[in-house]
């Protein structure tokens, strides 16, 4: 097994628990407090008339999900990545002709059309029909991976059960022929592919849903890449930083430009941050430091839009910043 196949497998497994985490319910839930008119538990279960231990469970399994959409300190709120997240499921419905931000929750109705869209991501368990799904949407697009135009040609089924349960196996898990071809039924009962015997061709609705599932995939790529990409970053430079340096504690200080920077005054040692630069080469123009307030960035980014224009693209690169004879003059260098 390669190591690129095994973290794609690992990658739709975790893009399925997402997709099957977003009931319409949830949905609804999301909505609202994305609407920030409703604050508490007991307020959306009104709303939505259920529960407020129902609403409960609905925000514990959309906070633990592998990107977590939800946060619950405090006030129920969406967190960035699931905003993303949401935002992704909203545009898939819009493609199916329903708009999410349109839906009267309360209307079974329209309920029941959001759930259809989704079918049948929900009256399923485990990965599986991820796997399938997956499988299809790859032989039915042009590129390497589910893009938005697909060949419209029937697909066999050998492949696809050849392919699933290679995934699985790499999973340590086993599945049996009529285990995927179940899937495939239900995928069919859903509209989203037609099936016979032999082949398989994907429908409007399959490849929008593929298409959610790729996208979704792509998230949690991009996340887990950062998030490498940070740690490789802190155990490159963890031998040339001592510990007292890593984290910017002391007061916000002004530099010629007016940007808003933090530096060790007592300390000739190099700290490193990152800041947003107007091109690959220039001095940055907005250093990010752990003690930035929102009130700074609000002043910083009003005179960047008065300095550069608001349409201008900023870059973000890690600097590296060292104390001059000037003790009110930081030195940087781009990493």
């Known amino acids: 097994m390669s190591e690129t196949r095994g973290r794609q497998t690992i990658l739709i497994v975790e893009a399925g628990e997402i997709i099957q985490s977003l009931t319409p319910m949830r949905l609804a839930t999301l909505s609202l407090i994305e609407d920030n008119a ?14 407020p231990s129902a609403i409960s469970q609905h925000l514990t399994a959309l906070s633990n999900t592998p990107i977590s959409i939800v946060s619950r300190e405090g006030s129920p709120t969406i967190t960035t990545e699931g905003n993303k997240i949401l935002g992704i499921v909203s545009e ?5 002709g329903t ?41 039915s697009s042009v590129g390497e991976k589910i893009d938005l135009l697909n060949t419209q040609e029937p697909i ?51 490849h929008a849903q593929a298409r959610l599932l790729e996208r979704i995939i792509q998230r949690l790529e991009k996340m887990y890449d950062d998030e490498a990409s940070t740690e490789d970053f802190k155990s490159a430079t963890s031998d040339h930083i001592t510990p007292q340096h890593t984290h910017i504690s002391p007061p916000l200080t ?15 040692d190099p700290t490193i941050m990152p800041a947003y630069c107007s091109g690959s080469d220039a001095a940055p123009v907005l250093p990010l430091t752990d003690t930035i307030t929102v009130g700074e960035l609000i002043e910083a ?21 060292t104390q001059t004879e000037d003790l009110n003059m930081p030195n940087y260098d781009t990493v």
């Open 38 to 51: 409703i604050e508490t538990q007991l307020e959306i279960s009104e709303e939505l008339n259920c529960t």
């Open 92 to 96: 898939t419905l819009e493609v199916l």
């Open 156 to 206: 066999r089924v050998s492949p696809i059960v050849t392919d699933v349960k290679d995934r699985q196996q790499e999973r340590g898990e086993g599945v049996t022929r009529d285990k995927v071809r179940w899937r495939l039924t239900k995928l069919k009962e859903a509209g989203s592919i037609t099936v016979d015997s032999k082949a398989v061709e994907i429908t409007d609705k399959g």
């Open 254 to 268: 002004d530099f010629d430009e007016g940007t808003v920077v933090s530096f060790d005054a007592d300390s000739n």
């Open 301 to 321: 980014a009003t005179r960047l839009g008065r300095q550069y224009d608001n349409d201008k693209e900023l870059e973000l690169n890690w600097t590296l910043w």
């Open 99 to 139: 708009e999410l931000d349109n839906v009267v929750w309360r209307n079974k109705d329209e309920m029941a059309e959001v759930k259809s869209c989704l079918d049948p991501f929900h009256s399923t368990r485990g990965p599986l029909l991820f796997l399938v799904l997956h499988s299809i949407g790859i032989r």
